[in-house]
């Protein structure tokens, strides 16, 4: 089964960065399915809640644009332009800092800003986006 993203791929668009959602992110969840466990199971809905938030967001981006998204049974995506991206915006609190995950805030040119939280390593994220900015302009 293929994701979204390599679905959503065009004629000569390549995948540059891949990020995902850490698992630190979830830990609040994880925890309190492991402390609610014994109560008739409801541990496991929220396992299974974490697990598929885990599995189903998608974040990349390629040569051409930013693609996210979001979801198992509804689906949301956002897809920006990477010439029409005005800014990406990183917000870490002190635990996402100590464990390296945070929310980017994307900011396209007309769009509303698209946060995007619980991001594994969203300053290598930044960085990997402004590289391929840089390459899309030159080209």
Do not use: C, H
């Amino acid at each position: 089964m293929a994701s979204y993203v390599e679905g959503a791929l065009v004629k000569d668009e390549k995948v540059v960065y891949v990020g995902k959602v850490s698992l630190w992110s979830l830990a609040g969840r994880i925890a309190l399915g492991f402390i609610l466990l014994p109560l008739f199971g409801l541990g496991l809905i929220l396992w299974l809640m974490a697990y598929v938030k885990y599995k189903t967001t998608e974040l990349a981006i390629t040569n051409k644009r930013v693609i996210a998204k979001f979801g198992f049974i509804s689906r949301s995506t956002i897809e920006l332009n990477i010439n029409k991206v005005e800014s990406i915006q990183v917000d870490q609190t002190m635990v996402g800092r100590m464990f390296n995950f945070g929310t980017l805030i994307i900011s396209g040119a007309g769009n509303p800003q698209a946060p995007i939280p619980g991001i594994s390593n969203p300053m290598g994220f930044r960085r990997a986006f402004m590289e391929a900015q840089d390459q899309a302009r030159s080209t």
